[in-house]
């Protein structure tokens, strides 16, 4: 399970994920960063793949790649050009020092703590099937929270950019 | 050889990216980019805690991931609409210029 190719596997999605991130927020066209949002996506997915979620890594592909980057560059496409800008904040270095600090932080917990490991890790046979068994066991109640979670959302989101409510009248 | 280590690593440097993005832009939409990259970070930490970490049901932090893929889905969804929304009452969606809220 745990050859070498995994593990390059592994470092080239790291450096992927990382890169189109850092592209994101350096990027000045905002359509070219919603491209790279979708490869760093992409690269996600396939680290889920080298950590055994092969069922998270297709929803996340068909989720994030799929559905909400369309959303995105839709909502882009719906405001015109001029809108288009990626600018940042004028004070956008002291942010930039905060963000570091606070990823500083986590690392360090991160090293700091001591995690309970389990004997070379958890390998997951089949992972579809036992998180169907978990979502219809352990969490019936988040499961059906979550659906209509996502029949209100759908609504309000209808609701809205539907012509005639809120601003002008479309 | 990965250790739960490194995907912490891995995790850490991209939720401080997202937290720059998603602090720093001044368009709505480069705002929820940010926020999409944190809890992709927030996801890469699960499910690397249900690879390494020991527990009586490993699965769980895949089930948990899951949820957070669903919360993200619903919110761009409602937050996206809400750009289409205030572009049409402000035509922009520059965070800077939405004073209607304003007393």
């Known amino acids: ?99 570091g600090l606070v990823g500083a932080v986590i690392i360090f917990v991160a090293f700091k703590t001591e995690w309970a490991k389990a004997d070379g890790g958890n390998s997951f046979e089949t992972t579809a099937a036992e998180i169907g068994r978990a979502l219809l066991d352990p969490f019936v109640i988040p499961f059906e929270v979550a659906s209509v979670l996502l029949v209100v959302a759908m609504l309000g989101a209808i609701l809205l950019v539907r012509p005639g409510s809120g601003g002008d009248a479309g | 050889m990965i250790d739960l280590e490194h995907v912490l690593v891995v995790a850490a440097l991209l939720f401080s990216v997202g937290l720059f993005v998603a602090l720093s832009k001044r368009n709505a939409v480069g705002i929820l980019m940010g926020i999409e990259l944190m809890l992709n970070a927030v996801n890469l930490n699960l499910i690397g805690f249900a690879r390494f970490v020991e527990s009586p049901r490993p699965i769980d932090g895949q089930v948990f991931s899951i949820f957070v893929i669903t919360v993200a889905a619903a919110e761009a969804a409602v937050a996206l609409a809400l750009a289409v929304a205030v572009y049409r009452l402000r035509q922009s969606i520059d965070v800077d210029r939405l004073n209607i809220l304003k007393w």
């Open chain 1, 1 to 99: 399970m745990e050859d070498t190719a995994v593990v390059v596997a592994f470092y080239v999605l790291v450096v992927v994920t990382l890169g189109s991130a850092l592209m994101v927020a350096t990027v000045r066209d905002l359509i070219h960063a919603v491209l790279f949002l979708i490869l760093s996506f992409v690269g996600v997915a396939g680290l889920y793949i080298t950590l055994s979620a092969d069922f998270v890594a297709v929803v996340q592909v068909l989720i994030y790649v799929g559905a909400i980057s369309v959303l995105m560059l839709f909502a882009i496409m719906l405001t015109p050009r001029t809108g288009r800008d990626n600018a940042s904040v004028p004070f956008a270095a002291p942010i930039g020092v905060l963000a």
